[in-house]
């Protein structure tokens, strides 16, 4: 995985953040401290959970995460799913991922799981929260997909709010798949419901000026950026090597 993905930990740039430079937003609540279990280190997901959540149990710690690409769904929404996997195996608080983009939903392509109740459905009936979420493996990893999206019947502002406050009740931590932010009032949307997004950029296809742009607009939405994500990276030279520069 490490020939393809890795964090921006070592880019100085301007255009990108580092995962442990960038401030977190307070979450309502302090939350279950996560015991992390021994895993392979050098995995770049796993060094992804282990950064976005090295403060749980500290109120500086992050609760609902949300993962947003720049204009694509496809890679965010795997990253989110592996992010999930890895999260719920490190540790026994509960995990929920979340498709939260109704829009284009991938993430139970990649989980390998059915799509026909989830979100769109708790947003539009009664019934704990809980209902909607389907245990995926072991006893701590569920997810709520995005279930049948009826288009152009969306649900106000307030029911999301309502149905978000409800997640982070019911579980310790909750993953977000959402929208690509070129869907700039969904993916905004859903970003306010986070504690922070980390944004997914796409090697050798996410220009400069359009990561800039990104950052931008989630600045003027006062969405928290805990970070960024190198995606399809590829290396001209031995990556043994390059490890070393």
Not at 8 to 17: C, H, I, P, S
Not at 42 to 51: N, P, S
Not at 188 to 217: N, Y
Request: charged content about 25%; hydrophobic content about 40%; aromatic content about 8%.
């Amino acid at each position: 995985m490490s020939k393809n993905f890795e964090l921006l930990q070592r880019v100085t740039k301007e255009d990108y953040f580092k995962l442990s430079d960038v401030s977190v937003a307070a979450p309502q609540k302090a939350h279950p401290a996560i015991p992390f279990k021994k895993v392979p280190p050098d995995t770049e997901i796993t060094k992804l959970v282990q950064r976005l959540f090295s403060q749980a149990g500290k109120s500086s710690g992050p609760k609902v995460v949300s993962f947003s690409g720049i204009a694509r769904d496809d890679r965010s929404s795997w990253i989110c799913a592996r992010a999930g996997e890895a999260l719920a195996e490190q540790s026994e608080a509960s995990v929920c991922i979340v498709e939260a983009n109704l829009w284009s939903p991938q993430l139970h392509v990649h989980l390998g799981a059915a799509n026909q109740i989830g979100l769109a459905e708790a947003l539009t009936t009664n019934g704990p929260i809980r209902n909607f979420a389907f245990l995926l493996g072991g006893q701590n990893l569920w997810l709520i997909p995005s279930g049948l999206v009826k288009p152009g019947s969306y649900p106000p502002m307030e029911r999301f709010q309502e149905r978000f406050a409800e997640l982070r009740e019911a579980f310790d931590y909750i993953l977000l798949s959402a929208p690509a932010l070129s869907r700039e009032t969904e993916a905004t949307l859903i970003a306010q419901l986070a504690d922070g997004v980390v944004l997914i950029v796409e090697a050798h296809h996410s220009r400069r000026e359009t990561v800039r742009r990104a950052k931008e607009q989630l600045e003027s939405a006062r969405v928290r950026l805990l970070g960024a994500v190198l995606d399809q990276r590829t290396f001209p030279i031995p990556e043994k090597l390059y490890r070393r520069l």
